[in-house]
């Protein structure tokens, strides 16, 4: 299995900046797609960001956020540190929440597949 742990969360006054960080553990299987959710107190959990792998032979890939946090947030990936970053920028009081990092592996030959997840860190914004 896939160990992810989370670091990073705080509290931050309105228009302040945190950058979240997740580290997996090494595995022999690829871990194809990373991404950050969040939770807030009566919610469900929502979609982030997330960075996938779109072209493995060229090494390409891709991010995709939440329209919500669009233009403020940056998902990152370090590969030789298997670790995935949230540079979050601008924060508003409405992105308060528990935050997860989330991998995923595809099913290939030797490999079984799955899906992870960390325990979350807690972002709280004020106003």
């Known amino acids: 299995q896939v160990q992810l742990v989370e670091s990073g969360g705080g509290l931050v006054q309105a228009g302040g900046s945190l950058r979240l960080s997740c580290a997996a553990s090494?595995?022999?299987?690829?871990?194809?797609?990373m991404g950050w959710y969040r939770q807030a107190p009566g919610k469900q959990r929502e979609l982030v960001a997330t960075i996938t792998t779109t072209n493995i032979r060229a090494n390409i890939r891709a991010t995709a956020y939440a329209d919500s946090v669009k233009g403020r947030f940056t998902i990152s990936r370090d590969n030789a540190k298997n670790t995935v970053y949230l540079q979050m920028n601008s924060l508003k009081p409405e992105d308060t929440a528990v935050y997860y990092c989330n991998a995923v592996q595809l099913a290939v030959p030797g490999c079984p597949g799955g899906d992870y997840w960390g325990r979350g860190t807690q972002v709280t914004v004020s106003s």
């Open positions: 090494r595995s022999i299987c690829s871990i194809n797609a």
